[in-house]
């Protein structure tokens, strides 16, 4: 097959052109920059902003994977411009293709979030559609080259982690995740919604533990109260400005007090099941970041 990505130059994108590679797959990838040739993929220069870039990404492409978003924004705007307007252009350039929509479990709690409504608001946008759809709802996505974590790793060098209220999570490594999403572009015919999890309910305090346990310490667990983790917003907002990763916007999210997979929404073990265990998958992430115990 020949797949069409955006966000090909991102975290998940990565790892899909990987998997798309590994089974036999050509690979079109939409690059705001210039990017190193690589045998298997055509960069195709442009953005979700531009119609003829898009155009020249899904020409002759049997499916498109939909990975671009915006995860962090300074005002609605952004997430309208990324997530909402950014898919209504994939959409128009996909017309009946394959289409594959990466989504967040956030886009379930609508209410809590600037960031999940424009992800709701995206999967409507995919199920009004004429292609041939699916939406995959990843729970928290890890692996090497992952960011989103990696601040929870360097404080439990120091035996340290600042945790939401209680609650339940559960991850997915980048490469189950990257497998499923190149399984599905070659499914033909089929309209669906899957959340997608390894399968391992944690508490945040399992996660915190499990995370010193990758980095060779023992980790305090010491959840912090909404109120507090406001202040850490803002305190963050300060000191890292646009790359801050606890926002406002994340607060509520956060604080929810179970982010899993819903059960019967996860896909069907014949479709795909998660290979990487989570403390494999923590321990070669600490690697990664040169932390491994």
Known sequence: ?????????GFVGRATIDAALKAGHEVRALARRT???????????????????LAALVDGADAVVHIAGVVNAPDKAGFVAGNIEGTRAVVAATGTRRLVHVSSLSAREPQLSIYG?????????????????????????????DTELRDMFRLAQLGLAFLPPPGRVSLIHVEDLARLLVTL???????????????????HADLAAAIGQAVGRRVMPMHLPTPLMRLGAWLDRMLRGDGAKLTLDR?????????????????????WRPEIALDA?????????AIAR
């Not at 097959?1 to 130059?9: E, K, R």
């Not at 990017?35 to 870039?53: E, F, I, N």
């Open 251 to 271: 607060v509520n999210y956060l604080s929810h007090p179970d982010w899993t997979a819903t059960p019967d929404l996860r896909p069907p073990a014949t479709l």
């Open 1 to 9: 097959m020949i797949l069409a990505l955006t966000g090909g130059t």
């Open 281 to 289: 998958g923590l321990a070669q992430t600490a690697r990664s970041y």
């Open 35 to 53: 990017q190193p040739a690589r045998d298997g993929v055509r960069w195709v220069p442009g953005a979700l902003d531009d119609a003829d870039s």
């Open 185 to 203: 572009a070659a499914r033909q015919g089929a309209h669906e919604l899957y959340e997608v999890d390894d399968g391992e309910t944690l508490t």
């Open 117 to 145: 409504w424009s992800k709701r608001e995206a999967e409507a946008i995919v199920t009004q559609s004429d292609s041939d759809w699916t939406i995959v709802r990843p729970t928290g996505v890890y692996g090497p080259g």
